[in-house]
């Protein structure tokens, strides 16, 4: 069983930066793959990034390529989402997943463990 706990959320004007974390315990993070995802009132779940178990592959949707980076630091068990040129469009609650796929996957519904999420609001 994996705890996520995601941390560094608030409220920034656009353009600004955020930067995001997920602390996990009860299981070592380098066991799966990791996501971030993003879901705004009266939307669906959508995924912002994934990492595979060791970074060496990537995913980002179309939107925030060039300005949110994901990056995963296993021997302190932490998943980072660094978010800059921030846009209203980007304001949602954010949160943080585990799966156990084998491979990079971008599907909510593979993932197996959720933090509460953290809520991003970028004002114009």
């Known amino acids: 069983q994996v705890q996520l706990i995601e941390s560094g959320g608030g409220s920034v004007q656009a353009g600004n930066s955020l930067r995001l974390s997920c602390a996990a315990s009860?299981?070592?993070?380098?066991?799966?793959?990791m996501g971030w995802f993003r879901q705004a009132p009266g939307k669906e779940r959508e995924v912002v990034a994934s990492?595979?178990?060791?970074?060496?592959?990537?995913y980002y949707r179309d939107s925030v390529k060039g300005r949110f980076t994901i990056s995963r630091d296993n021997a302190k068990n932490t998943v980072f989402l660094q978010m800059n040129s921030l846009r209203p469009e980007d304001t949602a609650v954010y949160y943080c997943?585990?799966?156990?796929?084998?491979?990079?996957?971008?599907?909510?519904?593979?993932?197996?463990?959720w933090g509460q999420g953290t809520q991003v609001t970028v004002s114009s």
């Open positions: 990492i595979s178990w060791n970074g060496g592959r990537i």
């Open positions: 009860g299981d070592t993070l380098s066991s799966y793959v």
């Open positions: 997943a585990a799966s156990g796929s084998q491979a990079l996957t971008t599907a909510p519904n593979t993932y197996n463990y």
